[in-house]
């Protein structure tokens, strides 16, 4: 099998603020695997919390290329994929996923078939009404995107909270509210509260409505958020707390819900095991995800009739997504029914040549000339005893 690699920018359409920081980019590396003049594709996106950033992506999953010499053909590797035995076990979650759903995409368009087949999920493909997030803002900002989204279709809206004044969550929830009195709303702090402050501050988003809230103590503390969640007025879902089949199966039955992201949990079979672990326990699963692109996204799409909370929105947030097929911009996202993940390219990417580039590179350059002209002209126009705009 013959492996390439390929690093691109993804820019969000604005910036994002959770309890952490501020982020209005991620880079994605996108790994392509050949046989028999079929490929497929697979995402892993760089992450500061997780301590990866595309270089050592890249080396990882020219690592994971050594590996995948081994074998004859994508089937068999995949095989050694669900027998953990492909890659090193110190291998990062993110990167194993990525190596795994090109894997996946290959076999699955080698045999006709749509990867929730494969996994011998049923003919119909998965959809599920995925959760839109709404970052720290304002609360007049977040009342304006809520009724936005609702419009467009959202029926679930997620709310970052975890300010440094908790007043402002509270407003934050309580606008969004107001502005889509139907819609279902899901609260995370993103680990940003302690034990204490949340048992202070649970029952008040219950009593505005929040169906349930992920992750809202310091990560770290798995039995503190246990004994949370024993007392809650509202589900408490596992995130940060919640990284590995182990994890989950420590929290089972003892939290009401285990968020898995695929680029945390090591891809879909590894998700498909920490399902089995929770089934019967009383703690049902959420699919997450990071930002990312529809192709990094896909693989978690074709698992969304297996969860109880959809939160696969990563490629929503984008300027510009340079990979389609799964859509949810009318708040549903869908597995595809075509053979292997279901995801193409956009045009837009296939044109990134050289000379593509360079093109692009001049017409910013023309379009930041004219701004900084504009600018110059606005504020000659102003005067200088006009205040600025």
């Known amino acids: 099998m013959k492996t390439t690699l390929r690093t691109a920018r993804l820019r969000l359409a604005e910036p994002l ?5 501020v982020m209005d980019a991620r880079d994605a590396v996108w790994l392509t695997v050949e046989h028999g003049g079929v490929r497929g594709f697979g995402e892993a996106v760089a992450s500061a ?22 074998f004859a053909t994508p089937e068999s590797a995949l095989e050694a994929v669900e027998g953990e035995t492909l890659l090193p076990r110190d291998t990062p979650p993110a990167v194993a996923a990525a190596v795994e759903a090109a894997l996946l ?30 970052g720290i803002t304002s609360p007049v900002r977040a009342a304006l995107t809520a009724r936005c989204l609702a419009d467009a279709g959202f029926t679930v809206l997620k709310i970052k909270g975890g300010s440094p004044d908790p007043a402002d969550d509270i407003e934050r929830v309580r606008a969004v509210r107001q502005a889509a009195p139907h819609a279902r709303l ?20 219950a009593a505005l409505g929040v169906e349930a809230v992920e992750q809202p103590t310091l990560p770290g503390d798995p039995e503190g958020l246990a004994r949370l969640a024993e007392t809650s007025p509202l589900p408490v879902i596992a995130d940060e707390d919640a990284v590995s ?64 909370w959809t939160d696969l929105d990563g490629h929503l947030l984008l300027a510009h997504d340079p990979w389609t097929g ?59 005893g006009d205040p600025a705009p």
Request: charged content about 20%; hydrophobic content about 40%.
């Open 17 to 21: 603020r959770i309890s952490r920081g």
């Open 49 to 70: 919390y997780y301590g990866l950033d595309a270089g050592a992506i890249r080396r990882l999953m020219c690592h994971a290329a050594v590996g995948l010499s081994r």
């Open 186 to 205: 899901l609260l995370d702090p993103n680990g940003a509260w302690t034990v204490a402050r949340a048992r202070k501050l649970l029952p008040r988003f």
């Open 105 to 134: 995409d290959l076999a699955g368009k080698r045999a006709g078939l749509p990867v929730h087949r494969l996994l011998g999920g049923s003919t119909a493909a998965p959809a599920a009404e995925t959760a839109r997030t709404i």
């Open 245 to 308: 089949l182990d994890d989950a199966r420590r929290l089972a039955g003892r939290v009401h819900g285990v968020n898995v992201k695929l680029a945390k949990c090591g891809g879909v079979h590894a998700a498909l095991r920490i399902a089995d672990a929770l089934a019967g326990s009383g703690t049902e699963l959420m699919l997450g995800c990071l930002t990312a692109s529809s192709l990094g996204i896909a693989p978690a799409v074709h698992l969304a009739d297996r969860a109880r």
């Open 326 to 384: 799964i859509g949810g911009r009318d708040g549903t996202v869908r597995a595809p029914g075509a053979p292997g993940l279901g995801v193409r390219a956009t045009t837009q990417r296939t044109q990134r040549t050289p000379r593509g580039r360079q093109a692009r590179q001049a017409r910013q350059a023309q379009q930041e000339q004219r701004a900084q002209q504009a600018q110059q002209a606005r504020r000659g126009q102003r005067g200088q």
